[in-house]
């Protein structure tokens, strides 16, 4: 079993910065290698792919809307993921998700969800 949990939202001028952290337990976790990613929801609206991260950090990809923008990284040392995101904009005010899978190339079908962390973006 693995436990996901955000930290780090909240409220951000557009232009400015914000790094979103995902720490992960669980004796599964431990064991296991897992590909892990982003995922946000604005309202109104449905879930989207935001970013994945390979075990070894060695492949990473990115929604073509945050790519450049935002870069996810992990410490797995520190069981903690992270998502830097720089040059925020009003469209990426959402619900962000950390998730997990057992194999990179599902990541966009995650088996893992954290509860979640608001950023919200103020023109």
């Known amino acids: 079993q693995v436990q996901l949990v955000e930290s780090g939202g909240g409220l951000v001028q557009a232009g400015g910065s914000l790094r979103l952290s995902c720490a992960t337990s669980g004796r599964t976790f431990s064991s296991v290698s897992y590909a892990m990613g982003w995922f946000r929801q604005a309202p109104g609206k449905e879930r989207e792919f935001v970013a994945a991260i390979s075990w070894s950090g060695g492949n990473t990809e990115y929604a073509h809307s945050v790519e450049g923008r935002f870069t996810i990284s992990r410490d797995n040392a520190k069981n903690t993921m992270y998502l830097q995101m720089n040059s925020v904009k009003p469209e990426d005010t959402a619900v962000y998700y950390c998730?997990?899978?057992?194999?990179?190339?599902?990541?966009?079908?995650?088996?893992?969800w954290g509860q979640g962390t608001q950023v919200t973006v103020s023109s």
């Open positions: 998730v997990a899978h057992r194999f990179y190339s599902s990541i966009r079908s995650p088996a893992d």
